[in-house]
């Protein structure tokens, strides 16, 4: 039995996760699971030595030990933020170094595969390089303004409907408690000198008659149709009254999306779509670091298979 372990980097409640660590199970591949931005430096123990093929030491969480240098393979989740440091300087100045000692350790593991590499989900998180790149890829994309121009703004939202989406998918609060910001249409005549406050991005309304996620897990594509009710924008806000189906996505689809990750350098992408009356599949975003539990068992997607795959093969999948 190969006891090559594969590390698990996500929070402690991650059901997504644990689907995969059960499966990993199954196969008899060692996991070790931890939440770096939580656990160091206690209770996980760091210590690495670089030589002439790369990093070598032991990373130690509780009574579990990994060598270094035979991880097969790095599941960065969800993990915890490293903590910025607040107060003093001394607490300043040691979470910086937790973030960079432990995380720069772990981003650069000889013979490592990573699903996916946390600095390239960090770079893929930025929805102007992601529409670019599906630009590039081949996938066809909405009319796009990104501006703090109230007057671009509002020429734009006369141009057609239009919708306002964030560009970052941040925690929000509404009085107390958590909510989501959805994309929503608006109109030009609701563009005030709000817009100038910060960055936003708007986006030509896509006549759409349903909605797809694709999840893409190296080569292996996975669609489900996503039904919502009538006039529904965003169907993240409907979660109750959606209804799902697992489609085929179109073959030069999956090589736009293939090319998309490969741009990123990343293994794993789970990509939006609104669907046209044509059977055109608009790209809207990719989450490189997505939920899709739900979906395998609302569609029948064996991801967890996949990803629990690609997990245990590790550096062997590489090229």
């Known amino acids: 039995m190969d006891g090559r372990p594969v590390l698990v980097c996500t929070e402690y409640e991650d059901a997504t996760a644990d689907l995969v660590i059960a499966e990993l199970n199954r196969r008899r591949v060692p996991v070790l699971r931890f939440d770096p931005g939580r656990d160091f430096p206690a209770p996980v123990v760091l210590a690495a030595r670089i030589g002439a093929s790369g990093w070598d030491g032991r990373l130690t969480v509780g009574d579990r030990t990994a060598d270094l240098y035979a991880v097969r393979a790095l599941y960065h989740r969800r993990p915890s933020p490293y903590p910025t440091g607040s107060g003093e300087q001394a607490a300043r100045f040691t979470a910086q170094e937790n973030r960079r000692g432990l995380g720069g350790v772990l981003g650069a593991l000889p013979g490592c595969l990573y699903l996916s590499h946390p600095q390239a989900i960090a770079r893929a998180e930025y929805k102007p390089a992601q529409l670019e790149a599906a630009t590039r890829a081949g996938l ?11 007057g671009k703004a509002k020429q734009f939202c006369a141009e057609q409907p239009t919708i ?10 509404v009085e107390g408690e958590p909510a989501g910001i959805w994309a929503a249409p608006v109109e030009a005549g609701e563009i005030d000198g709000a817009v100038s406050h910060s960055a936003h991005l708007f986006q030509a309304q896509v006549p759409k008659v349903a909605d797809v996620r694709t999840v893409v897990v190296r080569e292996q594509v996975f669609s489900a149709r996503i039904t919502a009710p009538p006039g529904v924008v965003d169907w993240r806000a409907e979660y109750q009254s959606l209804a799902y189906e697992a489609v085929t996505c179109p073959e030069e689809t999956c090589g736009a999306l293939v090319r998309f990750l490969a741009d990123f350098g990343l293994s794993f992408g789970a990509f939006d779509f609104a669907v046209t009356a044509d059977g055109t599949w608009w790209f809207l975003e990719c989450n490189p670091n997505g939920q899709w539990a739900w979906l395998e068992d609302a569609a029948g997607l064996p991801i967890t298979h996949a990803i629990a795959g690609v997990l245990e093969n590790g550096a062997s999948q590489h090229g």
């Open 140 to 150: 066809t994309v909405p009319a796009t303004l990104i501006t703090n121009d109230p």
């Open 164 to 173: 306002y989406k964030p560009l970052h998918a941040g925690a929000y609060d």
